[in-house]
């Protein structure tokens, strides 16, 4: 039997609301067999465009006995309640990312699935994206060696809208962006864990009440050094990957386009594509068969005590450490 999924927060904005809904209804052992948004609009348009149930409110899609797992995609700050909610409530929980705000909420949603014996994991889906399966690919193909420096960017011009603009919502560069990255950087680096952190953030060229910009400097304890660069305030735009190790370097200016140098020379490499759909996959192998979950909630909180260190360093302006 397939795994019935509530869909929590159908927002217009970038259509995640029905991106979410796609993949579930193409994914094999699960079916969408409802969908709550806190707004009136939001329900009547999940109600023209999706052939399921639609709640009127949280607490009816929770009571729901064919919901046995809800997917967040509301804002980073409604993450925590919803999801220790539902485990809770005993179902299964998938957020969108970031996790939540701190690794302390972290901790908490991840006490409260472990006490009801259901799954939490955290839509990580850019872990498919193409240049990160490249990158992983070759990190872990040892042909860099022992790698020492890891850079990698997303930045750019642009304006943040809706909540992502607002900092209380968990809006923001390190949340946004700074979420897919710090999880990256933190998977090619293990077992080696982060241990200090240092960061700058600016807010400026918007009218927003978040940082626009960010740069964090992240230690591992086994003297690595990583440096991630998130924001939507620069005219131009740094590599979206360089890795530096003592017999090699892999370099991507863009997304779409690798070079490894090694002292053999240089070797153009074919980027991999995004697979996405391996994300929901994963989950309902994991839920009907047993399969090993790729995205773990330890991993998700991991990440956050990383962000959690980069806004009290760009605070203090001075290193932290991370808990």
């Known amino acids: 039997m397939a795994i019935g999924v509530g869909l929590v927060g159908y927002g217009a904005q970038f259509s995640m609301g029905k991106h979410h809904s796609r993949e579930i209804e193409n994914t094999e052992g699960l079916v969408l067999v409802g969908v709550y948004d806190v707004d009136p609009v939001r329900r009547a348009a999940a109600a023209e465009e999706q052939s ?54 972290g901790g908490a949603m991840i006490s409260a699935a472990n006490e009801a014996g259901k799954m939490l994991t955290i839509y990580q889906n850019r872990r498919w994206d193409g240049d990160f399966l490249t990158v992983n690919g070759v990190v872990n193909s040892g042909v860099l060696g022992r790698i020492f420096q890891i850079e990698s960017s997303v930045n750019g011009w642009w304006l943040p809208e809706g909540w992502r ?25 293990a077992p080696a864990l982060p241990k200090t952190v240092f960061a700058v953030s600016h807010a400026g060229a918007h009218a927003i009440d978040i940082e626009t910009q960010t740069t964090v400097a992240i230690v591992f304890d086994n003297g690595m050094s990583a440096e991630i660069d998130v924001g939507c305030m620069s005219h131009i735009t740094r590599p979206r990957w360089l890795i530096r190790g003592e017999m090699g ?37 994991h839920l009907n068969h047993g399969e090993k979950l790729e995205v773990l ?11 959690d260190a980069a806004f009290l360093s760009a605070e203090r302006g001075q290193s932290v450490e991370v808990s």
């Open 52 to 105: 399921t149930k639609v709640f009127d409110s949280y607490e009816d899609l929770l009571a729901d006995n064919g919901v046995e797992m809800v997917v967040l995609v509301t804002p980073h700050d409604t993450h925590a309640p919803l999801s220790i909610a539902a485990s809770r409530a005993g179902k299964h929980v998938m957020t969108e990312k970031v996790m939540c705000l701190t690794a302390a909420e």
């Open 165 to 189: 603009a607002v900092k209380n919502s968990g809006g923001g560069m390190l949340y946004d962006w700074g979420a897919h990255l710090v999880d990256q950087v933190v998977l090619l680096a």
């Open 249 to 285: 370097a892999l370099s991507m200016p863009d997304w779409e386009h690798a070079k490894l140098t090694t002292a053999a020379g240089e070797e153009e490499l074919t980027v991999e594509k995004p697979r996405w759909e391996n994300i929901y996959t994963n989950v309902s192998r």
């Open 297 to 307: 909630p330890v991993q998700g909180r991991l990440a956050l005590s990383v962000i």
